[in-house]
């Protein structure tokens, strides 16, 4: 059997204008979680290395 590896980005823009309205994402198992304020974009990289379906939450 081959186990699979894969790279996976995760790219969120907050297109609010609004100087207190930030925006969260999160990926539990995964221990991803982070912050955008507005008119910013953030990324994160992972690997994609358990087979499943995750929740995400924003």
């Known amino acids: 059997a081959v186990k699979w590896n894969i790279d996976k ?3 969120l823009t907050n297109l609010d204008k609004i100087e207190d309205l930030t925006h969260g994402w999160a ?3 995964y221990d ?3 912050t955008v304020s507005p008119l910013e974009t953030k990324s ?3 690997i994609a290395d358990k087979p499943g379906v995750f929740w995400c939450y924003c």
Request: glycine share 0%; hydrophobic share 65%; proline share 8%.
């Open 9 to 11: 980005a995760i790219i």
């Open 27 to 29: 990926m539990p198992k």
């Open 32 to 34: 991803i979680n982070f």
């Open 44 to 46: 994160v990289t992972f």
